[in-house]
């Protein structure tokens, strides 16, 4: 079965519940969920004057095809309470697929690896403690290299 990374982030209502609640989701939507990583406090990227995010990343195993995949998030995302903002606005729930296999897709609504992982250290973090040796397959190196980049990290 095909291994993904997902990206989890809340920066409204209970931020760790809403994490939680996706979690067990995705699980009762056939989800398998290997790996969960910490849960980290982060500033806002894209539209800073909004609350601080909680971030964090789960390794699955499914079934589902990229596509099917998105279309499930989405849903969970709508499920928690996720309504249409501005672009990187506030949100109670945000579920990004980072990774999915060693697959490159770029689509329209669909870009694997996920466009902003080497920009995001609160993506990097989360990933690099549950898939260090994971190996971006459009930049050919590791989440761990990708993110000592980060003054703070190297």
Known sequence: MPTAY?????????????????IKLLI???ITVNKRSSMIESEPWGV?????FINMAVEIETGLEPEELLS?????????????TERWGPRKID??????????????????PHSHIAEREF??????????????????RSIKDLFSQFPRNS
């Open 123 to 140: 993506v990097l973090q989360p990933l690099s403690e549950i898939a260090p040796e994971k190996i971006h397959p459009v930049l050919k």
């Open 72 to 84: 499930l998030l989405k849903r969970i995302e709508c499920e928690i309470g996720r309504r249409p």
């Open 95 to 112: 579920l990004d697929i980072l990774l999915y296999d060693g697959l490159i897709i770029k689509r329209p609504k669909l870009e694997i």
């Open 48 to 52: 800073e004057n909004q609350p601080k």
């Open 6 to 22: 997902i990206g989890i982030g809340s920066n409204l209502g209970n931020r760790e519940k809403n994490c939680e609640r996706a």
């Open 28 to 30: 009762k939507n056939g």
